[in-house]
């Protein structure tokens, strides 16, 4: 059974990094599909923040490619997102969740659906 | 970027009844379309993918259909744990992006 297990600072101080890991446990994350973050603020709607393929190729979202970075360590299984230089407006509840793949070709494949969620993780930023 | 608009914001229904979900692309999605249950406190939960296919375990009453730009998801006959929020989203383009949410209340 596939697992996905967020980690990281619940607390973060305006201008710094937020940094948070997704540990995946029942699959090895260099085998295949896209690895992505999705993030919530309190009361609103889902926020797709990046995905990486399992060959590292990255893609972000427009509005915050500027400040993100997602990057693996295949030898711990996991994957983490670092999100720099962040206000009030980062404070939400962060998700990592798998993707599957379609549509593949020699150049690799697209993303298809997130399917498997890891619980979430809420990060505040305040002083 | 393709926006994603839900309708309506929120739907009060009673239990047993059935409910209809709205979802509109400002772009064709060529059906890579998905909705998600998501109830407080939780992740969101995989319902339908491919505008149309139920994800494992998803029980029957949940039904998805729409191509193009229109999507709907339909619950046969509402039970009492379906009470959450739905958000559809499209994995077509990048960015992907999501729908605003509609939450399903007791009426």
């Known amino acids: 059974q596939v697992q996905l297990q967020e980690s990281g600072p619940g607390l973060v101080k305006p201008s710094e990094t937020l940094s948070l890991t997704c540990g995946v446990s029942?699959?090895?994350?260099?085998?295949?599909?896209?690895w992505g973050w999705i993030r919530q603020p309190p009361g609103k709607g889902l926020e797709w923040i990046g995905s990486?393929?399992?060959?590292?190729?990255?893609y972000y979202n427009p509005s915050l490619t500027s400040r993100v970075t997602i990057s693996a360590d295949t030898s711990k299984n996991q994957f983490s997102l670092k999100l720099n230089s962040v206000t009030a407006a980062d404070t939400a509840a962060y998700y990592c969740?798998?993707?599957?793949?379609?549509?593949?070709?020699?150049?690799?494949?697209?993303?298809?659906?997130?399917?498997?969620w890891g619980q979430g993780t809420m990060v505040t930023v305040s002083s | 970027e393709i926006v994603m608009t839900q309708s309506p914001a929120t739907l009060s229904v009673s239990p047993g009844e059935r409910a209809t979900l709205s979802c509109r692309a400002s772009?064709?999605?060529?059906?890579?379309l998905a909705w998600y249950q998501q109830k407080p406190g939780q992740a969101p939960r995989l319902l339908i993918y491919?505008?149309?296919t139920r994800a494992t375990g998803v029980p029957a009453r949940f039904s998805g259909s729409g191509s193009g730009t229109e999507f709907t998801l339909t619950i046969s006959s509402l039970q009492s744990e379906d009470f959450a929020v739905y958000y559809c989203?499209?994995?077509?383009?990048?960015?992907?992006?999501f729908g605003g949410g509609t939450k399903v209340e007791i009426k």
């Open positions: 029942g699959f090895s994350i260099s085998s295949g599909y896209y």
């Open positions: 969740a798998r993707g599957r793949v379609r549509d593949c070709t020699g150049g690799g494949c697209s993303q298809d659906v997130f399917d498997i």
């Open positions: 491919g505008a149309s």
């Open positions: 990486m393929y399992h060959s590292g190729s990255t």
């Open positions: 772009q064709s999605d060529r059906n890579n």
């Open positions: 989203h499209q994995y077509n383009h990048w960015p992907l992006t």
